[in-house]
């Protein structure tokens, strides 16, 4: 626990100092939510923009660090021989990866208080059921999963480019910010299976007094234990 700890500490600096981070993990879901919510591009459904665009936000602000923050950081450190470096320590893989996790968890908890403080001051009012926090946590945990999942494939500069191009994908296909009944009726169907589209519904759902579709948490709960699994076995420190 004391390496855990030790570790995710010195993360959590790098990331504060690293301007790429700070952008991808503040800045763009801030953008995002105060342009959508002033100016009237996307379809969101017939109550407040703010209303429908927070949770999304939220879902997004979550897939930045504990997906695409996380990817290419681990693919590029590990590029560039930094976690090779952890072979001849005492650390183990699994406290490896339990600091990237508590360090996208903290990260992530920065995220929600900036963005809801906006969205409260752009006139959100959300009506906050109990199934919100397990539903975020178990995002972060998924999210985290398919992070590792990808870099046990991918490296370097294929990190960055596959983190990015899923993150787009995700963004355009899951809901986060446009209403996703817009979408064709087999596409809309097919993005069900996403789990970014599954922790969007959960959030959705959790700050609007409900606990989300069952389908969205079973589907969650799936991609996290595929994830793990993989992330987990494909894991090697060079």
Sequence with gaps: ????????KADIRLSLRDAEQLLLAFIL??????????????????????????????????????FVRLAISVGFDRSFGAIGRFASTPLRPIEFVGAKLVTTVAIFVV???????????????????????????????????????????????????????????????????????????????????LPSTQLVEIVRAATSDGAGPGWAWAGLCVWTIVGGAVGLRRFHWR
């Design 111 to 193: 995220q929600v208080v900036v963005v809801a403080a906006l969205a409260v001051a752009l006139g959100w009012s959300p009506a906050l059921h109990p199934a919100l926090a397990p539903g975020l946590l178990l995002g972060v945990v998924a999210f985290t999963a398919l992070a590792f999942a990808l870099v046990g494939f991918v490296d370097g500069l294929a990190s960055l480019a596959a983190a990015n191009t899923i993150y787009v994908v995700l963004l355009l296909l899951s809901g986060l910010v446009f209403d996703r009944s817009e979408l064709p009726g087999l596409l809309e169907r097919l993005t069900a299976w």
């Design 29 to 66: 879901p801030v953008l995002f939510l105060v342009l959508f919510s002033a100016v009237d591009l996307l379809p969101t459904g017939s109550g407040e923009p703010v209303d429908f665009l927070t949770p999304g936000i939220l879902a997004l602000a979550l897939i930045s660090t504990a």
């Design 1 to 8: 626990m004391t390496r855990l700890l030790t570790l995710a």
